[in-house]
């Protein structure tokens, strides 16, 4: 089986399982406590911090260990809301756990704008030049899409944002692209940023929310005032460790272009008449539309040796697709979509092998339809 859902999540690394274990049984301790054995481990929370900012390219701020993406999303978007004036400003192309969160920031009465997307999956730059003003106080848009791979330019809206609205933060959800594009967050501008250990071979459940500047930030979960006040609740420090291991071990440019080679060799098996792709910049993620058939159809035949969905998992228990509708695709074709994510573990020959099986069962597919 060749398993092509990669966005959705990915399989940890074995080694993570040695270091879960380690700090799950031998190196347990409360990081919170006094004494010198959990001290040690608090130490090694603060060597994760530094590993991760590293990573990231951020010359300055801190980190701030959280459940997942969903709650560093929903840290930084109610974390960054106060009452008054204030307006909050949206891409429509954003996950579920951003979208919803405006969503419930505008029932509680705040001034929540959505900015429409290009018909690449980008955001409009001219539409969300028009809504900025003095008055916003959060921006935030999707580094890459989870439904397209559509890769945001955040460097030209930290542009617009200093120039329309310097007293805004700018928040991105970076799931889709922290570990697979390459970037410098001091080069983006980005004044909180989101990732998921579980999408780049680390352990599900832990997760991280980049803060440039922590006094932007009020906290959303009370408790014992760990992460500094702004994420209480003891740390997993068992996923923190292996997210560091994993992250640690990744190499972006050499995986960037193996993965390019696996979307070159994919699609030369797959397509043929009928078959469409958004084509964006980045390899990890196509959005693939089959004329004539259910793409859940198309999902469901092929799961016993390909594994691919219908787009974001978050979003699989509800009909249609938001994303896809924003970007202007007809509902037939929005419903003959499958997503297919890679990978820089992945064979290239299996990958072409697995265009190949799609073809073909699409094939057969359009037979019985016809």
Same mark, same amino acid.
């Given at each position: 089986?060749?398993?092509?859902?990669?966005?959705?999540?990915?399989?940890?690394?074995?080694?993570?399982?040695?270091?879960?274990?380690?700090?799950?049984?031998?190196?347990?301790?409360?990081?919170?406590?006094?004494?010198?054995?959990?001290?040690?481990?608090?130490?090694?929370?603060?060597?994760?911090?530094?590993?991760?900012?590293?990573?990231?390219?951020?010359?300055?701020?801190?980190?701030?260990?959280?459940?997942?993406?969903?709650?560093?999303?929903?840290?930084?978007?109610?974390?960054?809301?106060?009452?008054?004036?204030?307006?909050?400003?949206?891409?429509?192309?954003?996950?579920?756990?951003?979208?919803?969160?405006?969503?419930?920031?505008?029932?509680?009465?705040?001034?929540?704008?959505?900015?429409?997307?290009?018909?690449?999956?980008?955001?409009?730059?001219?539409?969300?030049?028009?809504?900025?003003?003095?008055?916003?106080?959060?921006?935030?848009?999707?580094?890459?899409?989870?439904?397209?791979?559509?890769?945001?330019?955040?460097?030209?809206?930290?542009?617009?944002?200093?120039?329309?609205?310097?007293?805004?933060?700018?928040?991105?959800?970076?799931?889709?692209?922290?570990?697979?594009?390459?970037?410098?967050?001091?080069?983006?501008?980005?004044?909180?940023? +989101? &990732? /998921?250990?579980?999408?780049?071979? *680390?352990?599900?459940?832990?997760? @991280? #929310?980049?803060? $440039?500047?922590?006094? %932007?930030?009020?906290?959303?979960?009370?408790?014992?005032?760990?992460?500094?006040?702004?994420?209480?609740?003891?740390?997993?420090?068992?996923?923190?460790?292996?997210?560091?291991?994993?992250?640690?071990?990744?190499?972006?440019?050499?995986?960037?272009?193996?993965?390019?080679?696996?979307?070159?060799?994919?699609?030369?098996?797959?397509?043929?008449?009928?078959?469409?792709?958004?084509?964006?910049?980045?390899?990890?993620?196509? +959005? &693939? /539309?089959?004329?004539?058939?259910? *793409?859940?159809?198309?999902?469901? @035949? #092929?799961?016993? $040796?390909?594994?691919? %969905?219908?787009?974001?998992?978050?979003?699989?228990?509800?009909?249609?697709?938001?994303?896809?509708?924003?970007?202007?695709?007809?509902?037939?074709?929005?419903?003959?979509?499958?997503?297919?994510?890679?990978?820089?573990?992945?064979?290239?020959?299996?990958?072409?092998?697995?265009?190949?099986?799609?073809?073909?069962?699409?094939?057969?597919?359009?037979?019985?339809?016809?």
């Amino acid at each position: 089986m060749v398993y092509l859902d990669n966005a959705a999540t990915t399989k940890m690394f074995e080694e993570c399982t040695d270091i879960i274990k380690r700090y799950a049984c031998e190196d347990f301790y409360n990081p919170s406590a006094g004494y010198v054995s959990a001290i040690s481990v608090s130490k090694e929370l603060d060597d994760a911090r530094k590993s991760l900012l590293n990573k990231l390219g951020a010359s300055k701020g801190d980190v701030i260990f959280t459940g997942g993406a969903t709650e560093s999303n929903n840290l930084a978007i109610m974390g960054s809301a106060r009452n008054g004036r204030w307006e909050y400003v949206f891409s429509a192309g954003e996950h579920p756990s951003v979208y919803n969160t405006a969503m419930h920031l505008k029932e509680l009465g705040f001034v929540v704008h959505f900015v429409p997307l290009q018909t690449n999956g980008q955001v409009d730059y001219d539409a969300l030049e028009g809504v900025l003003n003095e008055k916003t106080r959060l921006i935030s848009v999707i580094h890459v899409s989870n439904e397209t791979g559509a890769i945001n330019d955040i460097a030209r809206v930290n542009k617009l944002r200093n120039k329309y609205s310097p007293k805004a933060l700018l928040h991105c959800d970076g799931v889709q692209a922290f570990c697979k594009i390459p970037f410098r967050l001091d080069e983006l501008g980005a004044d909180l940023y +989101s &990732i /998921s250990a579980h999408k780049f071979h *680390g352990a599900k459940g832990v997760g @991280a #929310l980049y803060v $440039k500047n922590k006094s %932007s930030l009020k906290n959303i979960v009370y408790g014992g005032g760990q992460e500094g006040g702004y994420r209480s609740g003891t740390e997993n420090v068992a996923g923190i460790k292996a997210m560091q291991y994993a992250l640690e071990q990744i190499d972006i440019k050499n995986n960037y272009i193996k993965v390019e080679r696996c979307k070159k060799g994919f699609l030369t098996g797959l397509l043929q008449d009928g078959v469409e792709y958004i084509d964006t910049d980045n390899p990890y993620i196509l +959005s &693939i /539309s089959f004329k004539g058939v259910n *793409g859940e159809t198309l999902m469901r @035949a #092929l799961e016993d $040796k390909v594994v691919v %969905s219908t787009g974001s998992a978050c979003s699989s228990k509800h009909a249609g697709n938001r994303v896809l509708s924003e970007m202007k695709l007809s509902p037939q074709r929005i419903k003959s979509s499958i997503r297919v994510s890679f990978d820089g573990g992945l064979d290239e020959l299996e990958v072409m092998k697995a265009g190949e099986y799609i073809a073909q069962t699409y094939e057969k597919i359009l037979e019985k339809v016809r």
